[in-house]
């Protein structure tokens, strides 16, 4: 459960970062509050002036994303329900004594309860993404930062953000970017393996991203409509 602050009614969550060094980076959660990812010597006061200054901008932010995500109740997992992988759907069906295996356009899981099934699908989910990143990882050793090694990573399921990349150069992936179709996964990672190089979101991070992959703008905007799928961690 995420501890949430209550700033003139603007739900807000408060990420210390090390990796900031003065600004306050601001993102709007799928869950329906506000993230900002701020420097660990950041004081309560600078977060309630933030919001304030930008409060009408933060609501509006806010009622989008809880527009976009007002017809998409948590993933099923009943039989005939639909999950996603790779941005194809796949319809669940439960079989005695199976394991979860993909045929076609149908995804099998042991017969169980709801929560037995949901089990089953997020562990089949974290198969799939330990070798689907790292097929894509494996495409990207060429970028000559890297220097022809694939850099330490590894993902999880996490609630507000696709991918992160620490101090210390670990990538994190989000495990739900296995639902997304491939090319939306592929510029999540450029994105972490250009931070390795800049450590910002600075013109020389934006004009590196540019540079390996010239549409990611419109990558961007098509992930932006997958953040309903956070909501199902």
Not at 13 to 24: A, D, K, T
Not at 177 to 187: A, D, F, G
Request: aromatic share 6%; charged share 25%; with cysteine.
């Amino acid at each position: 459960m995420v501890d949430l602050l209550d700033v003139d009614g603007i739900p807000v969550e408060l990420r210390l970062n090390e990796r900031r060094r003065s600004r306050i980076g601001v993102n709007v959660s799928p869950a329906g509050h506000i993230v900002l990812d701020a420097p660990p010597d950041t004081q309560q006061e600078d977060i309630w002036e933030l919001v304030r200054e930008h409060r009408r901008w933060l609501s509006h932010r806010l009622n989008k994303v809880r527009e976009d995500t007002a017809h998409m109740g948590r993933m099923g997992f009943k039989p005939g329900e639909v999950v996603r992988y790779l941005g194809e759907s796949l319809m669940l069906e439960h079989h005695q004594g199976c394991e979860t295996i993909r045929l076609g356009g149908v995804l099998k899981t042991p017969i169980g309860d709801e929560e037995a099934v949901r089990q089953s699908v997020r562990n089949w989910y974290r198969e799939q993404a330990e070798t689907v990143f790292a097929e894509v990882l494996d495409c990207m050793v060429h970028l000559p930062w890297l220097k022809g090694r694939v850099p330490t990573w590894r993902h999880r399921f996490m609630k507000s953000q696709w991918g992160s990349c620490s101090t210390r150069g670990l990538v994190s992936l989000n495990t739900h970017l296995v639902r997304t179709p491939v090319r939306l996964i592929e510029y999540v990672v450029l994105h972490e393996l250009c931070h390795l190089k800049h450590p910002n979101h600075s013109r020389r991070f934006h004009a590196l991203v540019s540079q390996y992959m010239p549409d990611w703008g419109i990558r961007s905007k098509e992930l932006g409509r997958n953040l309903p799928l956070l909501l199902d961690t």
